[in-house]
């Protein structure tokens, strides 16, 4: 029996996905590529956009075609509220939302015998149960669930309604799958979840003891960590970064609006007074470090001074890239119901003028990286005989390929930016 995986939406998704595989493999399924005719072909969908919703029915639309006679499961966040929808497609043997999709192995067993499987076809996840996952030979890094669920509302935001509370499991437990990918010859970990700066809310502990504990896993050479909200970003968390050789000096903040009207209709927990607080320490114990951050535009009645505002705002902030987003209506949430919306071309422009901005901010970034000497973990794959990786701090390198050298953590000494925009080391580097 054959199996193919298409994954859509957040690295969380793709750490499941990875142990939802390795459930097929126990069972005897071998894995082909997405597109070829295959037993069974598993979607795991996001539903975070209105564009994500449109990619998981195109996902499924190609995953009919290609394999008419497949058990075709989709699983996940936009099977959480859709899943009617999308069992009402024909070829669609399978509807499974968060709660459920680890049985699916389960689930297809049933098929066999002609049942018609729809699983949380009214939104919302009702269990506080954790489902442990990891993404292994995937590419170099792997990333490790720590965390599901949120306990926050922001106004905008469906995500807690498809993967429920906060919740995870023990760090010890966690500590095993560390070990267990390095295991593997895995050299760098990046910790991930929906909100992982709240770990500990179902067993007491904090995300402050999680990555203390995590830097005694042997072999592993570096720890990432995901998105991380501002206002669950201490002083204490920053002082244990800044005096670690294993955790990278990268940090990925959403900021969202750098307006604080718009951070209120958001229902963020904090304004952008705090948000600069944050980047500014984190400057002053780590001064190389990566900060990223996300926003979104169009926000109903964010006005073009609103805008305006946030636009100065991340201009005169010190990051190095940003990650912008379009904002979305989604259901269930309490921004739909807001007047005052912005139209899609305004919105458009919004979004290309500050990705324009994360382009020279990130340049600037490189560029004041130019002549330091970084560790870099290259990637097992290559292109056009060029081999790529990033440094601890997240600057994209490129290299001539050389297959020993992949998978490994290398100093080079960083010379200047490609035509491609990523970083070039010493042409007469001795690997």
Do not use: W
């Amino acid at each position: 029996m054959t199996v193919s995986f298409h994954t859509l939406g957040c690295k969380l998704n793709f750490a499941e996905t990875s142990t939802i595989g390795r459930l097929f493999a126990e069972n005897g399924y071998t894995r082909i590529d997405f597109g070829q005719p295959a037993d069974v072909v598993v979607i795991n969908t996001c539903t975070v956009t209105a564009q994500a919703d449109r990619k998981c029915r195109q996902a499924i639309g190609k995953a009919v075609k290609s394999s008419p006679n497949a058990v075709v499961a989709v699983i996940g966040c936009f099977a959480e509220i859709k899943a009617a929808e999308i069992a009402s497609i024909k070829g669609v043997d399978l509807a499974l939302g968060n709660k459920d999709k680890f049985n699916i192995i389960e689930h297809i067993r049933r098929i066999k015998n002609e049942e018609l499987i729809i699983k949380n076809e009214e939104s919302g996840i009702k269990s506080d149960e954790f489902f442990p996952s990891f993404s292994l030979h995937d590419r170099t890094r792997s990333f490790l669930k720590v965390q599901d669920g949120c306990d926050y509302r922001c106004s905008y935001c469906i995500v807690p309604v498809v993967r429920g509370r906060s919740r995870n499991a023990p760090i010890a437990e966690i500590l095993k799958q560390a070990e267990a990918i390095a295991a593997q010859g895995v050299r760098e970990i990046v910790l991930t979840g929906v909100n992982i700066g709240d770990f500990g809310k179902s067993t007491g502990e904090t995300f402050l003891q999680l990555i203390c504990a995590l830097e005694s896993v042997q072999s592993v050479e570096r720890i990432r960590i995901g998105s991380i909200e501002p206002n669950l970003i201490t002083e204490d968390i920053i002082r244990v970064f800044a005096a670690s050789q294993k955790l990278a000096p990268h940090f990925h903040i959403p900021l969202q609006s750098g307006c604080n009207k718009i951070l209120a209709a958001m229902s963020r927990r904090y304004g952008r007074e705090l948000f600069a607080e944050k980047v500014e320490l984190i400057h002053q114990y780590i001064p190389r470090a990566a900060i990223g951050a996300d926003v979104i535009v169009g926000f109903p009645g964010e006005t073009k001074a609103d805008f305006e505002d946030t636009y100065n705002y991340i201009e005169n902030i010190n990051l190095a890239y940003l990650h912008v987003f379009i904002y979305s209506e989604r259901p269930e949430t309490k921004s739909a119901g807001l007047p005052d919306k912005v139209s899609p071309a305004e919105a458009d422009r919004r979004s290309k003028a500050l990705l324009k901005l994360s382009d020279a901010k990130k340049r600037q970034f490189y560029q004041d990286n130019v002549g330091r000497r970084l560790p870099v973990i290259f990637e097992q794959k290559a292109k056009d005989g060029v081999m790529t990786g990033f440094t601890d701090s997240y600057i994209r390198v490129e290299a001539p390929y050389n297959a020993s050298m992949t998978g490994k953590s290398i100093h080079v000494e960083l010379t200047e930016i490609s035509k491609s925009g990523n970083m070039q080391i010493r042409a007469d580097h001795n690997f």
